[in-house]
């Protein structure tokens, strides 16, 4: 789950992570109260104004500016909130924008030695370990660092089973070329943003940029959290900072049924019970010479209503032109499958688009039976290469 700056700051300050400090706001007056706020406690002259989507690259959409009073923050805020910000990560849909981030200036105007780095924990599934990746190269993206300047990326590998250990950090202070008070600051930072990370579960934290200031504090500017959604009932908290408004609502409604969905950019909807058979289905459909449209697993509990869910969300997208549903009946029965194929025909109405259903395993002849009988327009598969040949004549 992908959560806002505002609240990935919020996660790092539980865990006394020194950020750039802010509030959010959702309107121009809020906007206002805010900058007054920070300029009361910090004498704040300047104001970074941001805006709140899911994605990366806001500066560069114009969803970062700056303003020099609480009046001006206001009039940005009022012109940034309802923009829809494009940026490198939306597409060229883009993302409204419904809440700023009102953040004090931190770059200290008139002063010098100030240093930008990056830094992020992540989770390497080829290592079995966790990682720091960080680089002298802050405040730009990461990719562009790899391929322009490798040898400014950094990494520490570290085992689940013993954690972050002190050389580790140290190493890390090392790397990025620190001393003096910034070298002792940097220290507690890391172990402070590896504490954030594990309390959390998190699966990726990333801080672009990491600051240096002129006085030799570390803080994190930016934050970008993602959320592990399979540990959020251990966080209740933390679900609660879910922004549906962010979220494809097709993925939202499909979550609503207890559905795996994710929207992808083909033409051939597909239903299947597992993941493995899922990205089978998907090669299977590819290899077919069509694109996948989705991936959608109805799981092992799936009944009439779920399948009838399913084929709801999946007629939402206008660009599929055949509908693949490939079941193996383990623990869902086929004759379930079937019957919700059936009902979401009497329901949705006539479905313009072919449906190829391989229907085997638990109550597969029964499933067969009903589909048969049933006088509806679907075609029938026994085999991969059967369905394969299908779904290639439906698109031709």
Not at 328 to 355: L, M, N, Q, W
């Amino acid at each position: 789950m992908n959560i806002h700056e505002y609240q990935g700051k919020s996660i790092l300050q539980v865990h006394d992570v020194p950020v750039q400090e802010g509030f959010i706001a959702e309107n121009a007056d809020h906007a206002k109260l805010v900058a007054e706020e920070l300029q009361k406690r910090f004498g704040t002259e300047i104001f970074v104004i941001k805006a709140q989507i899911h994605a990366g690259g806001r500066g560069k959409g114009g969803g970062v500016k700056i303003a020099r009073s609480p009046v001006e923050a206001a009039e940005v805020a009022a012109r940034m909130i309802g923009m829809t910000l494009v940026t490198p990560q939306t597409g060229p849909a883009g993302k409204l924008v419904n809440k700023v981030l009102i953040a004090r200036d931190v770059y200290y105007k008139g002063e010098s030695d100030i240093r930008e780095f990056y830094m992020s924990i992540l989770l390497d599934r080829k290592r079995s370990a966790y990682v720091i990746m960080y680089s002298t190269e802050g405040g730009m993206d990461i990719e562009e660092v790899a391929v322009k300047k490798p040898e400014a990326i950094f990494t520490e590998v570290i085992d689940p089973a013993i954690g972050l250990l002190d050389f580790q950090i140290r190493t890390i202070a090392f790397n990025l070329g620190l001393q003096g008070k910034a070298f002792k600051e940097m220290l507690p930072f890391v172990r402070r943003l590896w504490n954030a990370y594990v309390a959390s579960d998190a699966s990726l934290i990333e801080i672009n940029p990491l600051l240096k200031t002129s006085d030799d504090r570390i803080l994190a500017v930016d934050c970008k959290v993602t959320l592990d959604d399979n540990s959020l009932f251990r966080h209740p908290e933390l679900a609660a900072m879910r922004d549906l408004s962010e979220e494809d609502p097709t993925e939202v409604e499909a979550t609503d049924h207890s559905l795996n969905y994710v929207k992808l950019d083909g033409d051939v909807g597909c239903m299947v019970n597992g993941a493995g058979l899922a990205m089978a289905t998907m090669d299977l459909i590819q290899l077919s010479g069509g694109k996948p449209a989705n991936f959608l697993d109805v799981g092992g509990g799936a009944n009439a209503k779920t399948v009838e869910a399913g084929f709801r969300i999946i007629l939402k997208d206008p660009n599929v032109r055949a509908i693949l549903v490939n079941i193996f009946g383990g623990i869902v029965r086929c004759d379930r499958v079937a019957s919700g194929i059936i009902e979401a025909y009497k329901t949705i109405g006539d479905i313009k688009v072919p449906v190829i259903v391989r229907l085997q395993g638990t109550n597969a002849i029964e499933a067969k039976d009903l589909i048969d009988n049933s006088g509806l327009k679907v075609i029938a598969a026994t085999t991969f290469t059967d369905a394969a040949e299908k779904v290639r004549m439906a698109l031709s």
